[in-house]
């Protein structure tokens, strides 16, 4: 075997080494290449579930912000409608207080001596006067007061719906 390799130059055996070298690198790049392959799938991956992510957030987002505005939009409804309730039955009270004033005043205006009056003077005419005008403001004021506290408490409970809608309750 001596002999073999007496037969062989000496730059073959450099150009073997050389090989081995060469062949070495080559399969070191390969690696990294697929490892860098790897790596950049792994980074596509990545970024379509993180793309993913985002679209199912936003999604949820404008799901949420719909339902909200659903919501309040659907108390400022009621709430209208409440109003527009008061408004009517306010209006009621206002005519029927009116009929009361006017029935008063026709009470009001009959003669002293009328067989309502316990002794028939003009102190009962002035007392009965008096009555009317004090039931009239009574009656006056009571309407608005009932109407200013029904609206007020249909703008609490409006408002109150409106953020437990919005808070998710």
Known sequence: MTAW???????????????????????????????ASKAQADLANYRADVSERDRRAALFVNQ???????????????????IAAVAADAAAADDAASRLRARVAELSRRPANCACSADGGETTGEASDLLAIVSSRLDEA??????????AANAGTACQRSYEAVKGN
């Not at 009571?142 to 609206?151: K, S």
């Open 142 to 151: 009571a309407g608005e007061l009932a109407a200013y506290a029904e609206g």
């Open 64 to 82: 949420e912000n719909q339902r909200r505005q659903t919501a309040v939009e659907e108390i400022r409804r009621d709430a209208q409608e409440k």
């Open 5 to 35: 390799l007496k037969l062989v130059p000496s730059w073959a055996y450099w150009l073997l080494a050389l090989a081995v070298v060469a062949g070495g690198q080559q399969i070191r790049v390969l690696s990294a290449q697929s490892v």
